[in-house]
């Protein structure tokens, strides 16, 4: 049996209520019937439909004819799952349960007539009912505070040997398992939640942070480039001031606009089956001039992906094959789908200058570029937008070599095919 000594004492009070609340176990009525009240229906409780079968196994292994496990609060007695009866509730006062909640420990009651305790109380007087074997054990949390208890008796005397006093106490741990798992499914839908407001949020933020931003740039670009077409302003240093005041601005407005990007995409993904090809087509048109004479070729596979996000990042691998071109020869990209509609695999292979291998893991980071002689100016976002989409349809995103020299990203969508 339970060591009394090590379980932790619970009172009645409003931390033991939290508790129950937490747990999703807050049952109680909020205006309780008092004591000698005739038993009521439970009313319905938010309590795993597994927490049946162990009842059912109790009452089998303690060969007792009734059973249940119960949630006692401040005043009142609730079944959350019962065999043999109906779930019922009361006044704390009247069950038996609650009269030795507080010890503990597994009580055993061979004739509840011939205990002090219980031959008074109405379920066994015959006022609510005649039980005469009763055992109990406590639902004891992993830090010794009991929820509430479970119970099996019946209308006839009876007994367990010290296997079933075992037996039900294990059964009592499993109860308290299923409660645990509940309860951290809440915390988690908790979490879950606030972490979907909060990336809400956060694109409203960079949103309005977008729109603040891109006023006052748009400003300065365009006064660089009134100021480029002034004579008077292109002499001496002045004109190379206005130029570089330009250039900067307008890669600051590509940042932003990136930025805002990355902060839009990767959430909540809503996959349907989409040609590739097609995909592939509309990221090539919004990409406009700044892919001609790139050679592109996509298959006619058919894969399951957010349409909007598969295109986005389609195009920023597109552009990132185009500016990392290897000087002399024309760039070309192969885009193919392998797998099932369902899991499948993108693979978009370029002829450029590719990545080194060490550095595979580094560029996928926000904000990080390669510092090589020759490449562009780049906001270092592109990649990561690409790493979020591949997250948001529970895959991933991998690099490899292309033959014969080149870079080839995979992109996994659902589950990971080899």
Same mark, same amino acid.
């Given at each position: 049996?339970?060591?009394?000594?090590?379980?932790?004492?619970?009172?009645?009070?409003?931390?033991?209520?939290?508790?129950?609340?937490?747990?999703?176990?807050?049952?109680?009525?909020?205006?309780?019937?008092?004591?000698?009240?005739?038993?009521?229906?439970?009313?319905?409780?938010?309590?795993?439909?597994?927490?049946?079968? #162990?009842?059912?196994?109790?009452?089998?292994? !303690?060969?007792?004819?009734?059973?249940?496990?119960?949630?006692?609060?401040?005043?009142?007695?609730?079944? /959350?799952?019962?065999?043999?009866?109906?779930?019922?509730? !009361?006044?704390?006062?009247?069950?038996?349960?609650?009269?030795?909640? @507080?010890?503990?420990?597994?009580?055993?009651?061979?004739? !509840?007539?011939?205990?002090?305790?219980?031959?008074?109380?109405?379920?066994?007087?015959?006022?609510?009912?005649?039980?005469?074997?009763?055992?109990?054990?406590?639902?004891?949390?992993?830090?010794?505070?009991?929820?509430?208890?479970?119970?099996?008796?019946?209308?006839?005397?009876?007994?367990?040997?010290?296997?079933?006093?075992?037996?039900?106490?294990?059964?009592?741990?499993?109860?308290?398992?299923?409660?645990?798992?509940?309860?951290?499914?809440?915390?988690?839908?908790?979490?879950?939640?606030?972490?979907?407001?909060?990336?809400?949020?956060? =694109?409203?933020?960079?949103?309005?942070?977008?729109?603040?931003?891109?006023?006052?740039?748009?400003?300065?670009?365009?006064? &660089?480039?009134?100021?480029?077409?002034?004579?008077?302003?292109?002499?001496?240093?002045? =004109?190379?001031?206005?130029?570089? /005041?330009?250039?900067?601005?307008?890669?600051?407005?590509?940042?932003?606009?990136?930025?805002?990007?990355?902060?839009?995409?990767?959430?909540?993904?809503?996959?349907?089956?989409?040609?590739?090809?097609?995909?592939?087509? &509309?990221?090539?048109?919004?990409?406009?001039?700044?892919?001609?004479?790139?050679?592109?070729?996509?298959?006619?596979?058919?894969?399951?992906? *957010?349409?909007?996000?598969?295109?986005?990042?389609? @195009?920023?691998? #597109?552009?990132?094959?185009?500016?990392?071109?290897?000087?002399?020869?024309?760039?070309?990209?192969?885009?193919?789908?392998?797998?099932?509609?369902?899991?499948?695999?993108?693979?978009?292979? *370029?002829?450029?200058?590719?990545?080194?291998?060490? *550095?595979?893991?580094?560029?996928?980071?926000?904000?990080?570029?390669?510092?090589?002689?020759?490449?562009?100016?780049?906001?270092? /976002?592109?990649?990561?937008? !690409?790493?979020?989409?591949?997250?948001?349809? =529970?895959?991933?995103?991998?690099?490899?070599?292309?033959?014969?020299?080149?870079?080839?990203?995979?992109?996994?969508?659902?589950?990971?095919?080899?």
């Amino acid at each position: 049996m339970t060591d009394q000594a090590s379980v932790r004492r619970v009172g009645r009070g409003s931390d033991h209520a939290e508790l129950l609340s937490q747990y999703g176990l807050g049952v109680a009525l909020g205006e309780v019937a008092p004591a000698g009240s005739t038993p009521q229906p439970a009313a319905a409780a938010d309590a795993p439909a597994a927490l049946q079968n #162990l009842v059912a196994l109790a009452v089998q292994l !303690c060969n007792a004819k009734y059973g249940a496990i119960n949630v006692i609060t401040e005043d009142e007695f609730h079944q /959350i799952a019962a065999l043999g009866l109906e779930p019922l509730m !009361c006044a704390r006062d009247d069950s038996l349960c609650g009269q030795v909640f @507080q010890y503990g420990h597994t009580v055993v009651v061979p004739d !509840c007539r011939e205990d002090p305790r219980f031959r008074s109380n109405p379920f066994v007087d015959g006022r609510f009912g005649e039980v005469r074997f009763y055992a109990t054990t406590p639902l004891l949390t992993r830090d010794g505070v009991p929820l509430g208890t479970l119970c099996i008796f019946d209308e006839v005397p009876g007994d367990l040997t010290e296997q079933q006093v075992t037996g039900l106490e294990t059964l009592a741990a499993q109860v308290v398992d299923v409660l645990d798992l509940q309860l951290r499914t809440r915390q988690l839908d908790a979490t879950v939640s606030e972490l979907r407001r909060s990336n809400e949020l956060l =694109g409203e933020f960079a949103g309005r942070i977008s729109h603040d931003l891109q006023g006052p740039l748009t400003n300065v670009v365009g006064l &660089a480039e009134l100021a480029e077409d002034e004579p008077a302003l292109q002499e001496g240093p002045a =004109g190379t001031y206005f130029k570089r /005041i330009g250039a900067s601005a307008l890669r600051m407005a590509s940042m932003v606009e990136n930025l805002l990007g990355y902060s839009r995409v990767g959430g909540a993904a809503h996959p349907r089956v989409v040609p590739l090809a097609e995909v592939v087509g &509309a990221a090539v048109d919004d990409l406009g001039h700044s892919v001609d004479g790139v050679r592109i070729t996509a298959d006619d596979f058919e894969g399951k992906a *957010d349409r909007e996000q598969l295109r986005v990042l389609i @195009q920023n691998l #597109l552009t990132n094959a185009v500016a990392y071109a290897r000087p002399g020869v024309p760039p070309e990209v192969r885009i193919t789908g392998t797998g099932t509609p369902e899991s499948w695999r993108l693979d978009v292979a *370029d002829n450029g200058k590719g990545i080194p291998p060490e *550095d595979y893991d580094r560029v996928l980071e926000p904000l990080v570029r390669l510092e090589r002689e020759g490449d562009p100016a780049g906001t270092g /976002i592109g990649l990561a937008t !690409c790493v979020r989409i591949a997250q948001a349809h =529970g895959g991933r995103l991998t690099f490899d070599q292309t033959p014969g020299g080149g870079l080839t990203v995979r992109v996994w969508f659902g589950s990971r095919p080899s």
